[in-house]
């Protein structure tokens, strides 16, 4: 059964850089029909979609977050990672990382809290 | 790239019929049929309940169905068990690879 784990530092400070990892297991991450999320949830807040990268590396990332994002993927560690940089408060989240089987989420992470504080 | 319009609440007696609504555009919502939907627990990982507008997944039960009508999206839960309460969230494809949720709704069972 397909598991994803979502790891890092669950406290950064402001005008740093948040840096993420999700590693797959009980799956290839290289599977063709298969693309990798990140997806984020500020506390009592709705659900944001932050950005999706496929094993070849092809990246698409949310316009609103789209200058500070970049996704990066390492087939041979079977991981993807998450940096988002020069945060702010407002970046405090939830952070969930998932598989999309083309058109919708099928797995997700358990999720882990970030919050960006001094 | 705006977030899709949920209600923030909704609320029903067991045994009972509930249907949220989603509303986008037609650059999402209306432009494709990739709408989802998931249950989230609170302190829990969203879970797949429909995709691709109507379809349920396996172990889903048939009391979750989807629906859409030009831009808006609707999730009906029938036969409300105490197990349903939870918070409700739609997903939309939104062209060039973009995705959208959205805002969620608050489902209560009286």
């Known amino acids: 059964q397909l598991q994803l784990q979502e790891s890092g530092p669950g406290l950064v400070k402001p005008s740093e850089t948040l840096s993420l990892t999700c590693t797959v297991s009980?799956?290839?991450?290289?599977?063709?029909?298969?693309?990798w999320d990140w997806i984020r949830q500020p506390p009592g807040e709705g659900l944001e979609w932050i950005g999706t990268?496929?094993?070849?590396?092809?990246?698409y990332y949310n316009p609103s977050l789209k200058s500070r994002v970049t996704i990066s993927v390492d087939t041979s560690k079977n991981q993807f990672s998450l940096r988002l940089s020069s945060v702010t408060a407002a970046d405090t989240a939830v952070y969930y990382c998932a598989r999309r089987s083309g058109t919708y989420e099928d797995s997700w992470g358990q999720g882990t809290l970030v919050t960006v504080s001094s | 790239q705006s977030a899709l319009t949920q209600p923030p609440s909704a609320s029903g007696s067991p045994g009972q019929s509930v249907t949220i609504s989603c509303t986008g555009t037609?650059?999402?919502?209306?432009?494709?049929?990739?709408v989802s939907w998931y249950q989230q627990h609170p302190g829990k990982a969203p879970k797949l309940m429909i995709y691709e507008v109507n379809k349920r997944p396996s172990g889903v039960p048939d009391r979750f169905s989807g629906s859409k009508s030009a831009n808006t999206a609707s999730l009906t839960v029938s036969g409300l068990q105490a197990e349903d309460e939870a918070d409700y969230y739609c997903s939309s494809y939104a062209g060039s690879n973009m995705w959208v949720f959205g805002g969620g709704t608050k489902l209560t069972v009286l």
């Open positions: 009980g799956g290839s991450i290289r599977r063709s029909d298969c693309y």
């Open positions: 037609s650059s999402d919502v209306g432009g494709y049929n990739y």
């Open positions: 990268i496929y094993y070849s590396g092809s990246t």
